[in-house]
T-cell receptor, first 113, second 115 residues
Framework: EPEVTQTPSHQVTQMGQEVILRCVPI?????FYWYRQILGQKVEFLVS????????KSEIFDDQFSVERPDGSNFTLKIRSTKLEDSAMYFC???????????FGDGTRLSIL | AQTVTQSQPEMSVQEAETVTLSCTYD???????LFWYKQPPSRQMILVIR??????QNATENRFSVNFQKAAKSFSLKISDSQLGDAAMYFC????????????FGTGTLLAVQP
């Protein structure tokens, strides 16, 4: 069964550095998402992306964050200048239709030192 | 704003027994979708079951079923014949129909399965 794949599985970065989290959504899916989960807390929506543009973003998704679909397969989340509070598990998800269940990747654990 | 509440931070069930996880939500929408996701220690989010709000019939997926009470805004998950592999964090999630895309998650219920 097709899967959403995320790399790396764990990223350790110094505070203030830029980090790029990568995702390969399922190939025939059209809607892409990033969520984050701070340790011990619930999963929070960050951003959704459709037709090569952001369709919705949360208040968490400030100017430090950006998303891109640089080619036909990858979907990336960039954090420009990381803060300690950006430490979390970041999940990518995709769906063929926005009313269908979202399929999640295994997540990238981001640790900011 | 829509909210999802899971009032049971932890639950425990004996292997082969049945357990029910609670979820309530708040919305003014009439068109929406509800989901239960499972997150085992491996951290992957796995879809367990889905319910469309316009459907009166409760969704069932093998040993997993829901009790969807639209008027009460309640969406509980029943796991029958519990297995050790069911041990995980379970998240209830809401998706509004219409223009929005985002899933709104509850805080989760950690289910332990005792052998």
């Amino acid at each position: 069964e097709p899967e959403v794949t995320q790399t790396p599985s764990h990223q350790v970065t110094q505070m203030g550095q830029e980090v790029i989290l990568r995702c390969v959504p399922i190939s025939n899916h059209l809607y892409f998402y990033w969520y984050r989960q701070i340790l011990g807390q619930k999963v929070e929506f960050l951003v959704s992306f459709y037709n090569n543009e952001i369709s919705e973003k949360s208040e968490i998704f400030d100017d430090q964050f950006s998303v891109e679909r640089p080619d036909g397969s990858n979907f990336t989340l960039k954090i420009r200048s990381t803060k300690l509070e950006d430490s979390a598990m970041y999940f990518c998800a995709s769906t063929p239709d926005r009313n269908q269940p979202q399929h999640f990747g295994d997540g990238t654990r981001l640790s900011i030192l | 704003a829509q909210t999802v509440t899971q009032s049971q931070p932890e639950m425990s069930v004996q292997e082969a027994e049945t357990v029910t996880l609670s979820c309530t939500y708040d919305t003014s929408e009439s068109d929406y979708y509800l989901f239960w996701y499972k997150q085992p220690p491996s951290r992957q989010m796995i879809l367990v079951i889905r319910q469309e709000a316009y459907k009166q019939q409760n969704a069932t997926e093998n040993r997993f079923s829901v009790n969807f009470q639209k008027a009460a805004k309640s969406f509980s998950l029943k796991i029958s014949d519990s297995q050790l592999g069911d041990a995980a964090m379970y998240f209830c999630a809401y998706l509004a129909g219409g223009a929005t895309n985002k899933l709104i998650f509850g805080t989760g219920t950690l289910l332990a399965v005792q052998p």
